[in-house]
């Protein structure tokens, strides 16, 4: 999948997963993107995958909540 289907998929599975509003799951994203949490996934396809946006989705989460 290419970066921002990825992105979409990382942000859809925070809104399905963690009952989350569309707009908190964004701001998840966009504030891991800030951080530099996706620039390797930019660079190599293979870190892609559904599965990896399973991992990255919790990650992002669980991140979150221990603030």
């Known amino acids: ?3 921002e289907e990825y992105l979409d998929e ?3 599975l ?3 997963k963690y009952n989350l ?3 908190a799951a964004i701001k998840l994203v966009v504030k ?3 951080a530099e949490f996706f ?3 930019d660079e190599k396809e293979d870190m892609r995958t559904v599965d990896r946006a399973h991992q990255d989705a919790k990650a992002l989460y669980l991140a ?3 603030k």
């Open 10 to 12: 990382v942000t859809t």
């Open 64 to 66: 979150s909540q221990k």
């Open 1 to 3: 999948m290419t970066y």
């Open 21 to 23: 509003s569309d707009a």
């Open 39 to 41: 620039v390797e996934h």
């Open 14 to 16: 925070i809104t399905e």
């Open 32 to 34: 891991a993107q800030d």
